[in-house]
């Protein structure tokens, strides 16, 4: 008898400690979302964000493509890409995940200078793509000529 109390406790205390640790696991299941400048990017099944090691990777070529940035090349760590005409090279990590090629969402701001943002409430990344500065004209004035004093 005593054999089916301690069977009894043993299941009620772990049905216990398995719905309080499924609020933590489900968060950890939510899927994540990425904007750039406000616009959600849509990844294609199976290429989507994920978190590894505390570091969110995303797809990097899906990424790129939303960003309007073209890649020219990856070779061992390295990711050169063309920024608003000009050719710019980072170092990142690399992870192949199911063939698709991942890197941390921080090196969209190193590589491009957008502002990378997160959002706990929503699960959601924004990429902010820097301000330009707008550039006004001066007009320069040139002083009269006096002609008279000749």
Known sequence: MKNWHHQLLSLVLAAGL?????????????????????KKVEYS???APTVQQQTTL????????????TLSSVTGNQIT???NGKSVT???????IGGVVYVP??????????AVS???????????APVAVPTTEVPVSTPPVDNTAV
């Open 18 to 38: 398995l719905v309080s640790a499924t609020p933590e696991l489900a968060s950890a299941a939510q899927s994540l979302t990425v904007k750039v400048n406000d």
């Open 90 to 96: 980072v170092k990142s990590k690399l992870t192949k």
């Open 81 to 83: 890409a063309i920024v």
């Open 45 to 47: 099944t199976g290429a």
């Open 58 to 69: 995303v797809p990097l070529r899906s990424t790129l493509k939303a960003m309007g940035i």
């Open 118 to 128: 997160w959002n706990a409430k929503t699960r959601t990344i924004q990429l902010t």
């Open 105 to 114: 969402i921080r090196t969209f701001g190193d590589l491009s200078g957008y």
